[in-house]
């Protein structure tokens, strides 16, 4: 990219050299991958020129992601932990206040969830975690936060928004959840919050 073009000439012009700079290229075919480039000047045949060394680094980049993804979300529900849930709320709420803009977050708490557990066993339960997280992200703008507080408790988190468009956003997640149904063994488990 040219950020990334500008970072390294910047780099090369201080020093005259650069060592392990991460950075995305596009092949000829126009498919991009992360390459860590490492670039000395020196002079060829009385000419100033510049060695590169460019090693492939995707498959880092991906583990990298995937690690990332693994500290932040909550593997069962594809919530965001709690840490990251209120990492992320703490910057939010800041934005909020620096430019004195409406925020609201409400606790999503599932009704009677330990007798599924006892029931059904914690696999299901499980299940039913997994349906309801992603039926609270289904009913959630794309910038807003959902993490999981713990247990069968949720937390959501509306930037820019009202109490009454918040209450709005509270009603459709709580009547979406109470619409699903997960089912196990003939039986058609729904759960309400």
């Not at 498959?59 to 992320?88: P, W």
């Not at 999503?108 to 299901?124: E, I, P, Q, S, Y």
């Not at 993490?147 to 459709?172: K, N």
């Given at each position: ?70 500290a932040t979300t909550d593997s069962l529900t594809g ?33 009677h969830f330990k007798a599924v557990n006892d ?75």
């Amino acid at each position: 990219t040219p950020g990334d073009r500008e970072r390294l000439n910047a780099s090369l012009d201080a020093h005259g050299s650069s060592e392990s700079f991460g950075i995305e290229l596009r092949r000829a075919d126009g498919s991009t991958f992360w390459a860590d480039i490492s670039a000395q000047a020196m002079p060829f045949e009385g000419t100033p020129s510049m060695l590169y060394g460019i090693h492939d680094i995707s498959r880092q980049k991906q583990i990298e992601e995937q690690l990332r993804e693994l500290a932040t979300t909550d593997s069962l529900t594809g919530t965001l932990n709690r840490r990251q849930f209120f990492e992320v709320a703490e910057e939010e709420l800041e934005r909020a206040t620096r430019y004195d803009k409406s925020t609201a977050m409400f606790m999503l708490d599932a009704d009677h969830f330990k007798a599924v557990n006892d029931r059904f066993g914690h696999v299901v339960g499980d299940r039913v975690l997994a349906s309801m997280g992603a039926t609270i992200r289904s009913e959630l703008r794309r910038f807003d936060l959902v993490g999981r507080y713990g247990g069968e408790e949720f937390v959501v988190l509306l930037p820019e928004t009202t109490i009454q468009a918040a209450t709005v956003t509270a009603e459709r997640i709580r009547t979406s959840v109470a619409q699903r149904t997960v089912e196990t063994e003939g039986h058609q488990i729904g759960m309400t919050i």
